[in-house]
């Protein structure tokens, strides 16, 4: 909506609400591309970054919370000002699990850096963390411009990520059959996949939130759904 | 979803129709001021009429008993029926139709007479009690339905003018059960009152559309939401939605609605 309220101090309250999202959406997408690259770099000091880093975006999240209780408490919302508030509250909490994948991998990174790279695998999953934080820039500007057509095809990429993750399992599968002292490292890298697989599994929950709250209806079509690998031996 | 509400205390019981308002056109001299409403009021339901003031709601709810009948200058076009049958006819009594279709006004306005003749004066004008201890049984009744009984049974004597705010309206939402209407129309019922009496006027409302259909104007849109199940906006004269409640307040479909129950300027 692009009218104002005849309450300012409400559009006040929204705005800044959203400003935090926007605030956690950037620091959210730094730790994604930043916990790849410090798994690809073996930079450990980057990879502490990401899990420090990881404190603000909670905090932020709890911020997020405690003025959208307000804000219910005060304003009684109503329509896309209801919708706006609680897809606030439901994208905050996707973009801290999205924090937390990201500091695991920048965990695990520490682990990798003394066991050697398997076939470039820190690249491939470069490019997976690439484009999750691509989709979620995406998602967010759908959510910043109110557009619920970008927002689709935000979940719509999702199978990509999916196809990405699926390829990797298979790699790290004929690895580890190789040779067992790849176990280890394969193991590892294979939590890191699943992760980046979840973070775009969130961002398109996070899709999904900016089409009710553009649209008033949920998202109609069933996800794409490109995981196949619960169901290979 | 978030349209189909599924709470047990918003699941409409009925889906007769009890009022059916067919283009309905209202003049005050030359100022129209209903423009064309058609709209299905169900019963045992809580109907609520929001818009902004000067919107014509009030005026549609004045037109369901034919209370405009008592304004020189109101013209009433279009068919409005209960249950099936035209209450503009010729045929029809009006002191009969608002027996049957009462009404509750925004200030509290007892009779300045005893609590208990306030809710006698309907039955008696109408017939409805053979004797004293008839009366005496369509007064308590009344006065339990309307939630004050055990607040004024022992001062039944003492003048309706006496009471409370929240009390008086109270006795006058008594006063308009007693003659046991099937419709009851309620103008800003808890303008006047404080938190606690509008929550208990509010708990009645609910209880009252387990006999009745219920029709209720108000100014404020969380009342609207707390007691009705469905909702219409009038803005300029014009019925712009009619819907469930909570689809109304959550994704309404006309952009005059989201303006104005989301307090923009519309």
């Known amino acids: 909506?692009?009218?104002?309220?005849?309450?300012?101090?409400?559009?006040?309250?929204?705005?800044?609400?959203?400003?935090?999202?926007?605030?956690?959406?950037?620091?959210?997408?730094?730790?994604?591309?930043?916990?790849?690259?410090?798994?690809?770099?073996?930079?450990?000091?980057?990879?502490?970054?990401?899990?420090?880093?990881?404190?603000?975006i909670?905090?932020?999240?709890?911020?997020?919370?405690?003025?959208?209780?307000?804000?219910?408490?005060?304003?009684?919302?109503?329509a896309s000002d209801l919708r706006l508030v609680l897809s606030v509250l439901k994208v905050s909490a996707n973009l801290e699990r999205i924090g937390d994948y990201s500091k695991n991998i920048?965990?695990?990174?520490?682990?990798?850096?003394?066991?050697?790279?398997?076939?470039?695998?820190?690249?491939?999953?470069?490019?997976m963390a690439r484009e999750v934080e691509r989709m979620l820039r995406d998602a967010l500007d759908a959510y910043i411009q109110r557009d619920a057509e970008l927002a689709a095809e935000v979940i719509d990429r999702d199978e990509e990520v999916d196809q990405m993750y699926n390829g990797l399992f298979r790699e790290l599968l004929t690895f580890m059959a190789e040779d067992p002292r790849n176990i280890s490292s394969c193991m590892?890298?294979?939590?890191?996949?699943?992760?980046?697989?979840?973070?775009?599994?969130?961002?398109?929950?996070?899709?999904?939130?900016?089409?009710?709250?553009?649209?008033?209806?949920?998202?109609?079509?069933?996800?794409?759904?490109?995981?196949?690998t619960s169901q290979s031996a | 979803m978030m349209n189909q509400m599924t709470n047990v205390?918003?699941?409409?019981?009925?889906?007769?129709?009890?009022?059916?308002?067919?283009?309905?056109?209202?003049?005050?001299?030359?100022?129209?001021?209903?423009?064309?409403?058609?709209?299905?009021?169900?019963?045992?339901?809580?109907?609520?009429?929001?818009?902004?003031?000067?919107c014509g709601k009030s005026t549609f709810l004045r037109c369901l008993n034919r209370m405009n009948d008592t304004i020189d200058i109101c013209r009433v076009q279009g068919d409005i029926l209960l249950d099936g049958e035209d209450i503009y006819d010729k045929r029809v009594d009006p002191v009969q139709l608002r027996a049957k279709v009462g009404m509750v006004f925004q200030k509290p306005n007892p009779f300045p007479k005893s609590i208990y003749d306030n809710v006698a004066?309907?039955?008696?004008?109408?017939?409805?009690?053979?004797?004293?201890?008839?009366?005496d049984e369509i007064v308590e009744k009344s006065l339990r339905r309307a939630a004050i009984w055990d607040e004024v049974k022992d001062r039944l004597d003492a003048p309706g003018t006496g009471l409370s705010g929240g009390?008086?309206?109270?006795?006058?939402?008594?006063?308009?059960?007693?003659?046991?209407?099937?419709?009851?129309?309620?103008?800003?019922?808890?303008?006047?009152?404080?938190?606690?009496?509008?929550?208990?006027?509010?708990?009645?409302?609910?209880?009252?559309?387990?006999?009745?259909?219920?029709?209720?104007?108000?100014?404020?849109?969380?009342?609207?939401?707390?007691?009705?199940?469905?909702?219409?906006?009038?803005?300029?004269?014009?019925?712009?939605?009619?819907?469930?409640?909570?689809?109304?307040?959550?994704n309404p479909v006309d952009p005059r609605t989201e303006s104005y129950i989301t307090g923009r300027i519309g």
């Open chain 1, 188 to 228: 590892h890298l294979h939590f890191i996949a699943k992760n980046i697989e979840r973070m775009g599994d969130h961002v398109t929950a996070i899709a999904e939130q900016v089409v009710y709250f553009v649209t008033g209806e949920r998202p109609t079509e069933a996800r794409p759904k490109a995981d196949i």
């Open chain 2, 121 to 135: 004066y309907g039955p008696r004008i109408h017939g409805l009690a053979k004797n004293k201890a008839e009366l």
């Open chain 1, 106 to 127: 920048a965990k695990r990174t520490t682990v990798l850096a003394s066991g050697g790279d398997i076939n470039g695998s820190a690249a491939a999953l470069r490019r």
């Open chain 2, 9 to 54: 205390e918003r699941s409409v019981d009925s889906k007769n129709i009890k009022i059916a308002a067919n283009n309905v056109q209202v003049y005050y001299g030359d100022t129209h001021a209903i423009k064309d409403v058609n709209v299905e009021i169900e019963d045992k339901t809580v109907t609520a009429f929001i818009g902004p003031s000067g």
């Open chain 1, 1 to 56: 909506m692009s009218e104002q309220h005849i309450a300012s101090a409400f559009d006040r309250d929204l705005e800044a609400i959203q400003a935090h999202i926007m605030k956690m959406g950037g620091l959210v997408e730094a730790a994604i591309m930043n916990s790849a690259r410090s798994l690809e770099t073996r930079d450990e000091e980057l990879a502490q970054q990401v899990r420090q880093g990881d404190k603000a």
């Open chain 2, 167 to 250: 009390q008086q309206q109270r006795l006058c939402i008594a006063r308009a059960v007693a003659t046991e209407p099937e419709v009851l129309l309620m103008d800003e019922p808890c303008s006047a009152l404080d938190p606690i009496a509008t929550a208990q006027v509010e708990e009645l409302i609910d209880e009252l559309r387990s006999r009745y259909s219920v029709v209720i104007v108000t100014h404020s849109m969380q009342q609207a939401a707390r007691v009705s199940q469905k909702t219409a906006f009038f803005h300029l004269g014009n019925l712009v939605e009619f819907g469930e409640t909570g689809q109304i307040f959550t």
């Open chain 1, 58 to 78: 909670d905090a932020l999240e709890e911020l997020i919370n405690e003025e959208t209780a307000r804000l219910i408490a005060l304003r009684a919302p109503t």
